[in-house]
């Protein structure tokens, strides 16, 4: 039985939220040039009622000053976006743990969670809050990433989809506080959005993914033409595959993938794989949910079937 | 500043081209003051218009002769303007002015702008008709031997001794602009061999040479007075127009421009692509969007979508509509209209990464001038369902591929393009300077014949870095879908054919390659011409056997009876 009615009947309120670390002001500032484009329209379309701008840095060093912040407060405040909040948290919590972090004080209808380095087509708000204005039940809305979509299936007809990248992301606000945000016990980096997905889904809400709803998200490739990934990110990713394979009882991936880590990964793929080891025997695993596999995919390594 | 020569009035002369203009566009009646008039050559032929001829210079001798021939002079000295221009008014008196000329005389004075200034206050409210003629140095025997280090000053003709200034085409025309004076009309005298046409047999010079040929090719190319030998020009009194006479070394431009051509098919990829716009590291550049033959409510969605972008995309941005010719005309439209840098094209349904503007200008700043060609990756798309943008949308239906390498291959270009133009970015003097044009007659691979010709002129700037995506259209008009395999090979031979015509500089190692693939071409030959020797004697043998069936058989009989000795004595050893 859902606890929330996600549909939408007017102007909506909205908090977008990012978290920073190490992003240059020249980054965020082309960003939120773009969202001010994005709000200032959607305020005037009615999609929108007011918005508000969180920004959590989990950067060795603060992006911003309180002036700096002031500064823009007032450039941007014409376009209905000078409610810029800026808070230093002098430390790196990670993704999941800082979006929870400003997902306390939330008490807006609906809240944007966004990836710093992106940019947000001008319509991006009009054509994110169709979903949740003409269906029930939607409770999150995904955007589209260019320049590199990502490959993930979803239903054309309807838009339905299995989980959704929190790169830009619309949620229902009492849908994100239902589920308690995300897990950043088990997630610090990676699949803290696809977890957040399908525990929404277990809720019995839908996600839906809404092409004509576009950012840029600045990612690169190689000169070879493939992914740019870091050791770290090969970390986060590989501890993240096997927490989630755990969580969502298939504890019987969670070993293969280690067992496989261990005999053929990288270093930093081994060190995960160690690391998963060491929580396994300490019981610090997360508490398994998805028992009869309603939600959960794993196919071929992905957490969904892929277009392409 | 007198014409010191005494050279008669001609059919297909500059003095010719002077009445020409007259009789074309002056009055048939009035007063023709004719500035710096020597022996006034077009005396005769200007009275002969209706025009009442006044000849007016410095040299008394010229003056006399005129005189005596039945004209009225007056003397005059235009190194003081003012006092030239009291003089011309007292000359002219109550009589109505009708033109007035200036032949091979403004490159004798030094206050030639000062005097076209005072000359044009007092044109103003008479209407008067001004042809001036003046050498042009810009002919192309005076660039050829420049190059040699002659600038050789002669007694008369381009580089007459007593020039004080050398005109061009542009120079002549900011000069009269900033003076206020309008052209209506030119007759430009042209000479394929001018006066400097010397020496004869300077392969510099003789246009018998590859080396002339190939600096020719460079000059006609770049505007249309590498052989015009004078500059021949009609006036009216206009508006005052800021036209500077000297040149700043540098120009304020932004580094890059952007031609974007789009028919409005498919305006949900065009947003996209504004979008990525805005997420460009750098925004040193400009956008000039050019719907090409589209409907007007067609082009007010274009105008709404680029006016719905960010500021700063929006302030960058101009929309000009293109309503003629082909795929390639909005190309040289576009690019005519570039006041960037380097310049480059992207079509609406393409893909770019945010450090696209960035990597042109790094490599930019690494060769100057060249070609820039960075990597663009492939990914298949297919059209959607109508979308809030207007038109047809599309999807992403394929993973990315890589198909295109990393380097420029000088060589394999010239068989095949392994370069989209999104990839590309050209100086924009290529086309501004050196004239360079997009084929318009070719309906396919038009990009391909210009990158050629570009890399010729510029060489290239090659990095390996992934800055775009090539879009190929799975489903859906494309140009690959649109044209015939025959327009497609049509257009392939007709640019080889083209470019096959033309001079080229090629780049350091060519003569190697050359020679090293010809010796492969000798070896292929020898080993096919071995290897058919071989086979036509076995061939030989074999027919002779067919035309003569006894000898076939007893050759038959002689091989078995051969073969069963030879197993008789195999057998005998063991």
Not at chain 1, 149 to 174: N, R
Not at chain 2, 204 to 224: G, K
Request: charged residues 25%; negative net charge; glycine residues 6%.
């Amino acid at each position: 039985m859902n606890q929330h009615d996600t549909q939408l009947q007017g102007a909506a309120s909205l908090r977008i939220q990012s978290i920073l670390y190490g992003n240059t002001q020249q980054h965020v500032d082309q960003s939120l040039a773009s969202l001010g484009r994005a709000v200032e329209l959607a305020i005037s379309s009615g999609a929108l009622s007011k918005v508000q701008m969180a920004f959590g840095d989990c950067s060795p060093d603060p992006v911003f000053t309180d002036e700096e912040i002031e500064e823009r407060r007032k450039r941007f405040e014409a376009q209905g976006l000078g409610d810029i909040q800026y808070e230093f948290y002098d430390k790196n919590l990670g993704s999941a743990a800082g979006h929870n972090r400003l997902l306390e004080g939330l008490n807006s209808e609906l809240v944007l969670i966004l990836n710093p380095d992106t940019v947000v087509a001008p319509d991006l708000f009009i054509e994110l809050v169709k979903p949740m204005r003409e269906r029930q039940r939607v409770a999150v809305v995904e955007a589209r990433q260019v320049p590199i979509e990502h490959p993930k299936d979803y239903s054309v007809a309807s838009g339905e989809t299995g989980w959704v990248t929190t790169a830009c992301a619309l949620v229902t606000a009492a849908v994100a506080k239902e589920v308690n945000g995300f897990d950043s016990e088990s997630f610090f980096l990676y699949c803290d959005d696809v977890d957040f997905s399908w525990r929404i889904r277990l809720a019995g809400y839908k996600l839906v993914f809404q092409p004509s709803a576009v950012i840029f998200h600045d990612k690169r490739l190689s000169q070879e033409g493939k992914w740019i990934v870091g050791a770290a990110e090969e970390y986060f990713s590989a501890e993240a595959a096997m927490m989630l394979s755990y969580k969502y009882s298939r504890a019987d991936l969670a070993d293969r993938i280690e067992r496989q880590l261990l005999d053929a990964g990288s270093e930093s793929e081994k060190k995960a794989a160690r690391k998963f080891q060491s929580l396994k025997e300490s019981g610090k695993l997360p508490v398994q949910i998805d028992a009869d596999h309603k939600v959960a995919q794993f196919i071929d390594g992905f957490y969904s079937k892929h277009r392409f | 500043m007198s014409n010191a020569y005494d050279h008669p009035y001609e059919s297909g002369t500059v003095y010719s081209r002077v009445v020409e203009l007259l009789h074309v566009h002056a009055g048939t009646g009035g007063v023709h003051l004719d500035i710096g008039c020597g022996y006034g050559p077009i005396a005769e032929p200007v009275r002969e218009t209706g025009l009442t001829y006044v000849g007016l210079d410095l040299d008394g001798t010229r003056l006399q002769a005129l005189d005596e021939r039945g004209f009225e002079t007056h003397a005059i000295d235009l190194l003081d303007e003012h006092a030239a221009i009291a003089t011309l008014r007292a000359a002219l008196g109550d009589r109505t002015l009708a033109s007035i000329s200036m032949i091979d005389t403004l490159e004798h004075i030094t206050n030639g702008p000062q005097f076209l200034n005072a000359l044009r206050n007092f044109a103003e409210n008479r209407a008067a008709l001004f042809v001036i003629a003046v050498p042009n140095v810009a002919h192309r025997d005076l660039g050829a031997k420049l190059l040699a280090g002659r600038w050789d000053y002669t007694v008369e003709g381009l580089l007459d001794h007593t020039h004080v200034i050398h005109h061009t085409d542009r120079l002549l025309n900011a000069m009269m602009s900033s003076a206020g004076w309008t052209e209506v009309a030119r007759a430009d005298f042209q000479r394929q061999r001018s006066d400097q046409y010397f020496p004869r047999f300077d392969p510099l010079v003789s246009d018998a040479t590859p080396l002339n040929r190939y600096l020719s090719q460079i000059r006609e190319a770049a505007d249309d007075f590498s052989s015009i030998n004078e500059l021949v020009r009609a006036y009216l009194p206009g508006p005052r127009k800021v036209a500077p006479l000297v040149v700043e070394p540098v120009e304020e431009r932004p580094f890059l421009s952007i031609v974007m051509r789009t028919q409005g098919r498919r305006l949900a990829s065009f947003r996209d692509l504004l979008l990525a716009l805005t997420a460009q590291t750098s925004r040193d550049f400009e956008l000039i969007v050019i719907p090409h033959r589209v409907e007007f409510e067609l082009q007010k969605r274009i105008e709404r979508i680029v006016e719905d972008m960010p500021e700063a995309i929006r302030n960058r941005s101009r929309i000009v509509p293109c309503d003629r010719g082909g795929r390639t005309t909005p190309l040289n439209f576009g690019f005519e209209l570039a006041r960037g840098h380097y310049i480059t094209i992207l079509d609406d349904d393409e893909m770019i990464f945010a450090h696209w503007v960035e990597t042109f200008q790094k490599m930019a700043e690494k060769s100057p001038g060249r070609m820039l060609r960075t990597v663009a990756v492939e990914q298949d798309i297919a059209e959607t369902a109508d979308t809030a943008a207007g038109g047809k949308g599309y999807a992403v239906v394929g993973a990315i591929r890589h198909p295109f390498p990393g380097t420029y291959d000088f060589y394999a270009h010239l068989h095949q393009n392994y370069s989209p133009p999104v990839a590309m970015s050209f100086p924009r003097a290529v086309f501004h300077e050196l004239g360079l044009r997009f084929d318009e007659s070719l309906n396919t691979a038009e990009d391909w014949d210009f990158e050629l010709r570009c890399l010729f002129m510029c060489g290239v700037e090659a990095s390996p870095e992934i800055t775009c995506i090539y879009h190929k259209w799975k489903k859906g008009e494309s140009s690959y879908s649109i044209h015939s395999q025959s327009d497609w090979e049509r257009d392939y031979h007709m640019i080889l054919a083209k470019i096959d015509r033309q001079y080229h500089v090629f780049p350091p190692g060519t003569i190697k390659l050359i020679n090293d693939q010809r010796k492969w071409i000798i070896k292929l030959e020898n080993d096919i011409a071995y290897m058919s020797r071989t086979k036509s004697a076995k061939r030989s043998v074999l027919e002779l056997l067919h035309r003569h069936p006894a000898l076939l058989t007893f050759a038959s009989r002689s091989n078995k009876v051969a073969r069963q000795i030879g197993r008789g004595i195999v057998r005998r050893l063991r």
